[in-house]
T-cell receptor, first 114, second 114 residues
Framework: DAKTTQPTSMDCAEGRAANLPCNHS???????VYWYRQIHSQGPQYIIH???NNETNEMASLIITEDRKSSTLILPHATLRDTAVYYC???????????????FGQGTILTVHP | DGGITQSPKYLFRKEGQNVTLSCEQN?????MYWYRQDPGQGLRLIYY???????QKGDIAEGYSVSREKKESFPLTVTSAQKNPTAFYLC?????????????FGPGTRLTVL
C-alpha cells in the first residue's frame, strides 16, 4: 500500500470548515483513498473513501487531485465533537492476496475550538 | 441495532495469566480483524479471519491466539507469552464489495497488566 503524509496537527474554529490534507505521491492506479477518524479512547470510525472522483456523504467531502497524488478531507461545519485523530489510508481493495489490512500512520490531530 | 461489541471495556490481569477478549458482530460480515494500539501510535494487525474456521497471523501475532467458530464471534486470547500486553485492543469487521471495502470497529478493550 502507498505511503501517506499528513500534518501532525491542525486547529479549526467551531462552525468553520476543516480542510485536512494528505499526500500520497506513490499511489497506484488501483489504490483507493480512505479516511478514518479516532476520537480519544474509541475505535476508529470510517468517514469516506474514493478512487479518483470527488466524493461527498453526510459526514464529509473528499477532494482528490487530478493526478491523484494528494487529497483533502473537508468537514464543512466542524463541531467540538469532530476533535479527533484523522487518518488518511491508501490501499487496494481487499481480495486475492490482499486481506483488507488497514495500515494506520500517525494521522492528523484535529482540534476544534469554540 | 447492528454493530460490533467488545467486552469488557477495561481489563486488568496479573502477569502470567491468560485473558480472553470478546468480539461479536451482527453485521453479517465475513472478515474480522484484531488490532493493537499503543499510546500515541497507529494500529497494528494481530490476527485476521476472512471466513469461519479460518484465520491468519497478522504483523504481531506472537503471544496471541484466536478462534473463529462462528461468523459472529472472533475472540482474542492474550497469553502469558506476550511480553508487553498492556495496550488498547480493537476488533473490526469488514464489508466488502466491488466499490467499497470499509472496516467497522468496536469500542475497544483497554488491557492493563499489573
Amino acid at each position: 500500500d502507498a505511503k501517506t503524509t499528513q500534518p501532525t496537527s491542525m486547529d479549526c474554529a467551531e462552525g468553520r470548515a476543516a480542510n485536512l490534507p494528505c499526500n500520497h505521491s506513490t499511489i497506484s492506479g488501483n489504490e483507493y483513498v480512505y479516511w478514518y477518524r479516532q476520537i480519544h479512547s474509541q475505535g476508529p470510525q470510517y468517514i469516506i473513501h474514493g478512487l479518483k472522483n470527488n466524493e461527498t456523504n453526510e459526514m464529509a467531502s473528499l477532494i482528490i487531485t487530478e493526478d491523484r497524488k494528494s487529497s483533502t478531507l473537508i468537514l464543512p461545519h466542524a463541531t467540538l465533537r469532530d476533535t479527533a485523530v484523522y487518518y488518511c489510508i491508501v490501499r487496494v481493495q481487499a481480495g486475492g492476496t490482499s486481506y483488507g489490512k488497514l495500515t494506520f500512520g500517525q494521522g492528523t490531530i484535529l482540534t476544534v475550538h469554540p | 441495532d447492528g454493530g460490533i461489541t467488545q467486552s469488557p471495556k477495561y481489563l486488568f490481569r496479573k502477569e502470567g495469566q491468560n485473558v480472553t477478549l470478546s468480539c461479536e458482530q451482527n453485521l453479517n460480515h465475513d472478515a474480522m480483524y484484531w488490532y493493537r494500539q499503543d499510546p500515541g501510535q497507529g494500529l497494528r494487525l494481530i490476527y485476521y479471519s476472512q471466513i469461519v474456521n479460518d484465520f491468519q497471523k497478522g504483523d504481531i501475532a506472537e503471544g496471541y491466539s484466536v478462534s473463529r467458530e462462528k461468523k459472529e464471534s472472533f475472540p482474542l486470547t492474550v497469553t502469558s507469552a506476550q511480553k508487553n500486553p498492556t495496550a488498547f485492543y480493537l476488533c473490526a469487521s469488514r464489508v466488502g464489495g466491488l466499490y467499497t471495502d470499509t472496516q467497522y470497529f468496536g469500542p475497544g478493550t483497554r488491557l492493563t497488566v499489573l
